[in-house]
């Protein structure tokens, strides 16, 4: 027991960064039909970031408390993955929105390795480690270990989606959200501005990927300019495996996903007579994904066309 529920910790912990990628993932593909295949790479460029800010503010304020560095870092990530997202957008979705359905996929698998390169030029291809801002000391739960940076992340996560879900339900950008994504032109007659909607889109989105790459550089301690492709792509099959376009589905996929690779790879090696180990954590992802497209290819909750945003 004590193995099982260290990995349901670490499940959960793992779910929580795909849930808030997958959130970009979906609520742009509800918006406007596109899976933005760069938004790892926000991620990524949200990590990076935050490490760079990190370096200059303990040099600049040696003084200052880690939490209080770690979340000065972590705004200062959002702001640029979000100039980053609403660029991308504009130069390079928004010309193609009336093209072929090929062409924006193209065109968003071109800016994720377009992005990777940029960053690697920029910050160097070698891995950087990620500095530890909060007490290392793990903590005991009924003879599993959990850190404070992973409590830090499930209760960030908690936040995040409690903020997005009043945001899509209470707002008027909630609402113009809804009434974009299931009628731009009725929606568009009705007062609302459509771009404006689908850049905002794309802020929010970005706003939870550059919080999830900070949250994952900081529990794995490393960050360098491919780490979000892994990620992104996982948390892509979380959206699918949740239902692509729905907001509850990202989420319960997401944390469906990291519990299956958390708990698979806690027992791979007994499963398989110790043929696979640990390190095939990542093929648990894709297995989920073939089963999901095939059983059910719109996903555990389907696709609430109204709900879409």
Not at 98 to 120: H, R, V
Not at 168 to 180: C, D, E, P
Request: some cysteine.
């Amino acid at each position: 027991m004590d193995v099982f529920l260290q990995q349901v910790i670490n499940g959960l912990v793992m779910g929580s960064m795909y849930a808030l990628v997958a959130l970009g993932y979906t609520m742009v593909y509800g918006i406007i039909n596109l899976i933005n295949f760069a938004h790892g790479e926000v991620l990524m460029v949200g990590a990076l970031t935050s490490w760079s800010a990190i370096g200059m503010m303990q040099e600049a304020m040696p003084w200052a408390p880690g939490w209080l560095i770690l979340i000065l870092a972590t705004l200062i990530a959002c702001v640029v993955a979000v100039a980053l997202n609403f660029t991308i957008e504009k130069v390079a979705y928004r010309p193609l929105r009336n093209s072929p359905k090929l062409a924006p996929l193209i065109t968003a698998i071109g800016m994720s390795i377009l992005l990777q390169t940029l960053a690697m030029i920029i910050w160097k291809p070698n891995y950087k480690a990620y500095p530890t801002l909060l007490p290392s000391t793990p903590i005991n739960v009924a003879g599993a270990v959990i850190t404070p940076t992973q409590i830090m992340i499930l209760g960030v996560t908690a936040v995040s989606l409690a903020v997005l879900m009043w945001l899509v339900n209470y707002t008027r950008l909630g609402r113009a959200m809804r009434a974009t994504a299931e009628n731009p032109r009725v929606a568009g007659l009705m007062g609302v501005k459509p771009d404006m909607v689908i850049s905002a889109t794309f802020v929010i989105g970005a706003i939870l990927a550059a919080i999830a790459g900070v949250m994952y550089a900081s529990n794995y301690g490393t960050a360098q300019h491919a780490m979000g492709f892994l990620p992104g792509l996982k948390a892509f099959t979380a959206a699918v495996f949740g239902g692509i376009g729905n907001l509850s589905g990202a989420v319960v996929g997401g944390i469906l996903l990291g519990l299956i690779e958390a708990i698979g790879s806690g027992y791979i090696g007994q499963l398989t007579g110790g043929v696979l180990g640990s390190h095939y954590t990542d093929i648990f992802a894709f297995i989920v994904l073939i089963f999901v497209l095939t059983l059910r290819p719109s996903g555990l909750m389907g696709e609430r066309v109204a709900d879409r945003a």
